[in-house]
Each structure stands twice: as structure tokens, then as C-alpha cells.
């Protein structure tokens, strides 16, 4: 497996983290802005980093009810995947909040809010990283 784009949509940022090169380990990477440039700006970071597949976390219910989130991000995936030409995955992000509000509990909360979307993204990326080797 080459290297792995995660992705954290939100409605005005986006978290952006990045696997290895061996497809093991996700790292925080970046936070964009949600504008009208967001799908060039990703395409950039998937030349200069050599990136083979996208994986964006899908925001689903527990309830198990489709929200209107959910439907943002099916229809940003799919736009992501026809602009770049690279394969989009939706991963269920669930508790991918709750999991970097845990860990990032001892950072600044001014810090926090800079790195949040990123740390998220990281843990959304891992957990598809991880589900890929077992």
C-alpha cells in the first residue's frame, strides 16, 4: 500500500492527515479552509505527497439514520474522487471526536481548536490503516 490521505470534513474546515510511506502509521498533517478552492487545494497535497487513495470519514447516526451531514460528505467524496482521479473511501468516524477531544485533553484549549481537525483526521486514518493489515 502507497501513502493514504485522511480526510475530516466539516462545513468550514477540513482536517487533513497523511499515512507512511508503508501505510502503517497516520499522522496530523494539515487544517484547510471548507472554500471554494478546498478540492485544488487537496489535489496539491496528493501530488506533492504521492498519495494513492483518500479515505474521508463519513459522519454516520448512530440511530442509524442518514443526516444531513452525511449526505455532504457522500457528495464531497464523490466529487473528490471524479476531480482527482484518485480512489475515495468513506470510513465511519463515529467516535473520532470523542477519541481526540481524549486525546488532546492536556494541550491548550487556544492549541486545541488549531489542531483538532487534523488530530481528528489522524484517528480516521489510522483506524481504516489498521483495518486494511488485519
Known amino acids: 500500500m502507497g501513502r493514504v490521505l485522511g480526510i475530516d470534513w466539516g462545513e468550514r474546515r477540513v482536517g487533513v492527515a497523511l499515512s507512511d510511506t508503508r501505510g502503517v502509521f497516520a499522522r496530523p498533517f494539515s487544517t484547510l479552509s471548507n472554500d471554494q478552492d478546498l478540492i485544488q487545494k487537496i489535489k496539491q497535497i496528493c501530488l506533492s505527497e504521492n498519495i494513492?487513495?483518500?479515505?474521508?470519514?463519513?459522519?454516520?447516526r448512530t440511530d442509524g439514520k442518514v443526516g444531513r451531514l452525511e449526505k455532504l460528505v457522500r457528495k464531497f467524496a464523490e466529487r473528490l474522487e471524479r476531480e482527482i482521479g484518485i480512489e475515495v473511501i468513506l470510513w465511519d468516524e463515529r467516535?473520532?471526536?470523542?477519541?481526540?477531544?481524549?486525546?488532546?485533553?492536556?494541550i491548550r484549549e487556544i492549541d486545541s481548536r488549531k489542531i483538532k481537525d487534523?488530530?481528528?483526521?489522524?484517528?480516521?486514518?489510522?483506524?481504516?490503516?489498521?483495518?486494511?493489515?488485519?
Open 95 to 106: 467516535f473520532s471526536s470523542a477519541a481526540a477531544s481524549y486525546y488532546m485533553s492536556s
Open 118 to 134: 487534523k488530530v481528528e483526521a489522524s484517528i480516521i486514518l489510522q483506524g481504516y490503516l489498521e483495518s486494511v493489515r488485519s
Open 52 to 60: 494513492e487513495k483518500i479515505v474521508v470519514g463519513l459522519p454516520v
